[in-house]
């Protein structure tokens, strides 16, 4: 097969399932990946033939993504903030709306802050991203699943930095510990809003980082929250990825609990899913 039959592979069996302009994109990613070459390379070599061994790798790419499986979990890699992360079926795959939010972070917070820790880490994207692009920080990390963990101890050794992993609960977690800024994009997701996933999401990824139920949907934010009351230092920053439909309810957590300079920013598609608030001075 050349490329360009195998791409026409891709395109029919993929359409249906997510669409002829990402099912293109998805073939590209994968022979990127296969064949290590670019994308320009992979438009311009349509008649280039493929090696049997190398387009059985392609065409079980294929079966994964016909059955839903993320193409990054199948290559088992993903790019984040332009830096490289392990990701598996234990962690959610890092969202373009979560790059945002580390930069709203990086261009927010200045040199004179020290300490930060991310609440329900994952794969570690955030942390580690944050203290690769702030190294003066000293960064922890927390979540509640160990195999997580184990996802975002790879990812740290694999971007060269140093992060403090604690494998804990926050709705139960109490520490002495303080913080200069404390971020989190915590499980939102309500089981009525099941209905708008994609099959990809809602068969391959972890529904403990994902979902909470309909009737306390902000359980997390509450509990960060309170601990943000007692863990913030003085002028503090709290930074939250958030459920659009539950922006103001969101926002008032924080008002009741009496944060200060409280912004509420849109993504590039203009939903409302990020908070930033500030403690007293």
Request: glycine share 2%.
């Amino acid at each position: 097969m050349n490329i360009k039959e195998l791409e026409k592979e891709y395109i029919q069996n993929l359409s249906d399932l997510y669409g002829a302009d990402e099912a293109k994109a998805l073939f590209i990613l994968s022979t990127s990946n296969i064949l290590k070459l670019t994308q320009s390379e992979i438009l311009l070599k349509q008649d280039r033939a493929v090696a049997v061994k190398e387009s059985n790798k392609l065409l079980k790419i294929l079966e994964d993504l016909k059955k839903g499986k993320p193409i990054q979990h199948i290559l088992g890699e993903t790019l984040f903030y332009r830096l490289p992360f392990n990701v598996n079926e234990n962690v959610l795959v890092p969202r373009p709306e979560t790059e945002e939010l580390v930069d709203w972070i990086i261009n927010e917070v200045k040199d004179s802050k020290k300490t930060l820790l991310d609440i329900g880490t994952g794969s570690g994207c955030i942390a580690i991203t944050l203290k690769k692009n702030l190294q003066h920080l000293d960064v922890s990390a927390i979540d509640i699943s160990d195999k997580a963990l184990s996802v975002a101890k790879d990812n740290a050794k694999l971007n060269k930095v140093e992060i403090n992993f604690i494998e804990t609960d926050i709705l139960t977690y109490s520490t002495n510990e303080s913080y200069d800024i404390i971020v989190s994009n915590p499980p939102y997701i309500r089981e009525l809003e099941k209905a708008e996933m994609h099959k990809n999401v809602l068969e391959h990824e972890p529904h403990q980082a994902l979902f909470v139920s309909d009737e306390n949907p902000l359980v997390f934010y509450e509990a960060i929250a309170n601990f943000a009351v007692k863990n913030l230092n003085p002028n503090g920053y709290l930074f939250f990825e958030i459920n659009e439909y539950l922006w103001a309810e969101t926002l008032q957590i924080l008002i009741d609990k009496q944060f200060k300079n409280i912004e509420l920013k849109k993504d590039m598609q203009g939903k409302d899913r990020m908070i930033m608030a500030r403690t007293n001075p």
